[in-house]
């Protein structure tokens, strides 16, 4: 009869093989029953709400989040798909979050649906999804798959996005609406439905971000079509920094405009420069042992990998992280997201 650790070393390949096609999220199915709870047992699966189920450290702490913050989109998607099938997608605001690179998990996430039931699903650490049972939902046209995520495209998110998105998430619009090469993007969404007030407010919008000719040529096609549109500015406060129009990667936009907003409280908060230490040695020392925890935080992110040596250290009997430094140190695998 094999030992405690071989069988568990047999559920971690199962457990690797869904990894390796780049899987962190799983219902109670694709696992048999004896392989799911021995790997739940050992602390590398944790389950989530009933019948799913995410990757974990085996030695993470009562209350760390990482592992379920690397896997919640991934969950969401995963979910989703197989509660609603096709007929979801993230509502506007999170649409141009993510359009504007934003992936900050929300507290609750909100999913416009044909057939859901305006309830919120209670996850772990406070967060949830709300599935919102949509009267105007979407055509499909106006879906795209973004990092296995189902969003409005960026167009049809400006055009149904809520007045206040652009005064309660400046950044995200400026970057979004830097996102369009030209108003025929969203001109054709305008006039699609007709949308009079929401071409003044995008056109408001690209003014206050310095796209000027932009802003009159939506202006002049839409009147030109018949509609009555007064140009109206959604920003509180004036863009202070212009994006280059498709300035390439989001994130990058994001950094610029955060930075510019913060710059000037960063500079009167940061504390003047210490100096050299007097121990040399023993801040080098510090140094290291921060550089290895940083390290454990940075590669968590990236989310727990199960590894061959890993299995084979179960395997053996030779895998003791409580007493085991290097296996302390090495506690969540992790390693191998750097190679």
């Given at each position: 009869?094999?030992?405690?650790n ?7 390949k ?9 899987r ?13 709870d021995?790997?739940?047992a050992a602390g590398f ?9 995410i990757?974990s450290?085996p030695?993470?702490?009562v209350?760390?989040?990482t ?13 989703c798909?197989v509660r ?13 979050q993510r359009?504007a690179?934003?992936?900050t ?9 044909k057939t859901?039931?305006?309830n ?12 919102y049972?949509?009267?105007?939902f979407?055509?499909?046209a106006?879906v795209?798959?973004?990092?296995g995520?189902r ?12 007045p206040?998105?652009f005064?309660t ?13 030209d ?9 699609e439905?007709g949308?009079?007030v929401v ?5 408001g919008?690209?003014r ?5 000719e932009?802003?009159?040529?939506i202006v002049r096609?839409?009147?030109g079509?018949g ?13 202070s920094?212009a994006v280059?129009?498709r ?12 930075w ?23 801040y080098?020392d510090?140094?290291?042992d921060?550089h290895?925890?940083?390290?454990y ?6 989310g ?5 040596e ?9 895998w003791n992280?409580?007493?085991n ?15």
């Amino acid at each position: 009869m094999a030992a405690p650790n071989e069988k568990l070393a047999e559920s971690l390949k199962l457990l690797k093989i869904e990894q390796d096609r780049g899987r962190h999220v799983f219902q109670s199915g694709d696992f048999g029953r004896v392989h799911r709870d021995r790997l739940v047992a050992a602390g590398f699966l944790k389950e989530v709400v009933k019948g799913w189920y995410i990757v974990s450290s085996p030695l993470e702490k009562v209350g760390e989040s990482t592992a379920w913050y690397a896997s919640f989109f991934e969950f969401v998607a995963a979910y989703c798909n197989v509660r609603f099938g096709n007929d979801w997608y993230l509502s506007p605001e999170a649409s141009l979050q993510r359009h504007a690179g934003n992936t900050t998990i929300p507290r609750q996430l909100m999913i416009h649906t044909k057939t859901g039931s305006n309830n919120n699903l209670a996850l772990k650490f406070d967060t949830g999804i709300f599935d919102y049972r949509s009267k105007d939902f979407a055509p499909m046209a106006d879906v795209v798959v973004k990092d296995g995520i189902r969003l409005l495209s960026l167009p049809a998110s400006l055009v149904r996005v809520s007045p206040t998105f652009f005064t309660t998430n400046p950044i995200d619009a400026q970057i979004a609406l830097s996102q369009l090469s030209d108003a025929s993007e969203i001109l054709v969404k305008m006039l699609e439905g007709g949308h009079s007030v929401v071409s003044g407010r995008i056109a408001g919008a690209m003014r206050a971000i310095g796209r000027v000719e932009e802003s009159g040529r939506i202006v002049r096609t839409m009147r030109g079509a018949g509609y009555a549109v007064t140009e109206n500015n959604p920003f509180q406060v004036p863009p202070s920094l212009a994006v280059p129009v498709r300035a390439g990667s989001s994130c990058a936009s994001r950094i610029r405009l955060i930075w510019e907003s913060m710059r000037e409280t960063v500079i009167q908060a940061f504390p003047l420069a210490p100096g050299l230490p007097d121990d040399a040695e023993s801040y080098i020392d510090d140094v290291n042992d921060r550089h290895v925890e940083d390290a454990y935080h940075s590669l968590s992110i990236e989310g727990y990998l199960v590894t061959e040596e890993l299995i084979a250290k179960i395997s053996s009997g030779q895998w003791n992280p409580e007493e085991n430094s290097e296996d302390k140190n090495d506690r969540n695998a992790l390693v191998s997201v750097a190679k």
